[in-house]
Structure formats: structure tokens, C-alpha cells
């Protein structure tokens, strides 16, 4: 119990598991005992999956429980598409928890956050968002081959900021040259700043206008950026 020995929401007890609290109805609002049952057996103290997103920044011996639940969520906990209820529920803190550093690298970890993007029925777009965040924290360069593939995948209005700022980390050409291509898009101050992470050279003439630009954010982030990348 080292990574969920304090956090809100921890079950107390020897029998917390026969004493369920009477708010927590099994297969109501985000509570399942499978799961939670699942979960005791790795050692990890929890009724809902939202208390351990809330909770401890790393969960690492959770984490093929939770691989495993949301690769088989639908057949678990069957329904019609797209589900807006406890299915949704269970779903999003499965996501929620895979955020974590210890599935760096974790190739089956990727591909289900990847699969969870690519979902049809699209998903609701937090639960998009959770799993780019995931895909940003635990790529690395290896990765980016099936980051570019899934660029043109993204559902419209998908937060395109993760994807960005994990090309930042990859510090390649390629990776360079993606970036240039946001630097006239909404998400152009995170473009600057992945492009100063990546110390990417031959585009300070890119970057130079955008000390202009209306939104004094960006103006602010081109003006640093300036100071810190590569004179070409």
C-alpha cells in the first residue's frame, strides 16, 4: 500500500470490503465491486476509480488492473453506444488513472489510450482529452511514429495541446517541422514553447512576428522565445 497508504476517500479497516458505505450501490454511478475487488487483490484500497484519480500521482501495481477493465469494458458492462452514464463513468477513471509515470513506455498502455482517441462512437470529449494527456506524460521518441498517425484521427475539438507539447520532447526534424505547422492556430503559444523545449533550430524568422500577436499570452511566450532559441 505504499502509493495509496493517504488519500481522500481511502477505505479504512480490516473490513472495509464487507462494509460497504450505503452511498456505493454496485453497478450505480461509478462503483463496481469487481473492480474494487480487483484492486484489493494488488493491494490497492478503493471503492470508486475516481478517488484514486484523485488521489496518488502513481498507482504503478494498478495499473494492469486497470488495462485490463478498460480493455474489456464493454463486454463487462454492456450497453447501447454512446453511454452517458455509469459505463462513462468507469471509463473516464480508468483513463484518469492511466495517466500515470510508471506506465512510461508501456507499449500496451499506449495503444489502449490511442484505441480510446480513436474511439467510434466518438467519446465525450473529456474523456479524448484524458487519454492525449496519458499519451503525452508516457511517449517518448520511440513513439512518435503512432503520434503522427493519430494526428489525423483527432475528433473534431480535440484538445490538440498534449499532442503538441509531446513533440516537443522528440526533438527531431520532423518533429520540428510539425510544430511549425501550429504556429498559425489557436494553439500557437504552445507551439513556441514546444519549439524553445525542442531547441529547434532555423526557426526564429518563424517565431519573430508572432511578437506582434494579438493574444498577449503568445506575445509573451514569442518574446521568451526569442531570447532562448537557436540563432539560425
Known amino acids: 500500500m505504499t502509493h495509496t497508504s493517504n488519500y481522500i476517500g481511502l477505505p479504512q479497516g480490516d473490513g472495509w470490503m464487507d462494509n460497504i458505505p450505503s452511498q456505493y450501490v454496485h453497478g450505480?454511478?461509478?462503483?463496481?465491486?469487481?473492480i474494487m475487488r480487483d484492486l484489493a487483490e494488488v493491494g490497492v484500497r478503493a471503492y470508486t476509480l475516481d478517488d484514486l484519480a484523485n488521489g496518488p500521482a502513481t498507482i504503478p501495481e494498478a495499473i494492469p488492473v486497470f488495462v485490463d477493465w478498460l480493455?474489456?469494458?464493454e463486454e463487462r458492462i454492456p450497453g447501447p453506444e454512446p453511454d452517458h452514464g455509469h459505463r462513462s463513468i468507469i471509463r473516464s477513471g480508468l483513463i484518469r488513472n492511466l495517466i500515470d509515470p510508471a506506465a512510461r513506455g508501456n507499449q500496451q498502455v499506449i495503444d489502449l489510450?490511442?484505441?480510446?482517441?480513436?474511439h467510434q462512437p466518438p467519446l465525450p470529449s473529456r474523456q479524448i482529452d484524458w487519454a492525449l494527456g496519458g499519451l503525452k506524460l508516457i511517449c517518448?521518441?520511440?513513439e512518435f511514429s503512432k503520434i503522427v498517425a493519430l494526428i489525423p484521427s483527432l475528433p473534431t475539438g480535440?484538445?490538440?495541446?498534449p499532442i503538441i507539447q509531446y513533440l516537443g520532447k522528440v526533438k527531431t526534424q520532423a518533429s520540428h517541422q510539425l510544430l511549425v505547422g501550429y504556429l498559425d492556430g489557436p494553439a500557437r503559444e504552445?507551439?513556441?514553447k514546444a519549439l524553445v523545449q525542442a531547441k529547434a533550430p532555423n526557426v526564429r524568422h518563424l517565431v519573430e512576428p508572432l511578437v506582434q500577436d494579438p493574444d498577449a499570452s503568445v506575445r509573451k511566450a514569442a518574446r521568451r522565445a526569442m531570447e532562448r532559441l537557436p540563432h539560425d
Open 158 to 161: 480535440a484538445l490538440v495541446i
Open 28 to 34: 450505480e454511478h461509478g462503483f463496481d465491486e469487481r
Open 190 to 192: 504552445f507551439a513556441i
Open 140 to 142: 517518448g521518441p520511440k
Open 71 to 73: 480493455s474489456h469494458l
Open 113 to 118: 489510450l490511442i484505441s480510446q482517441v480513436k
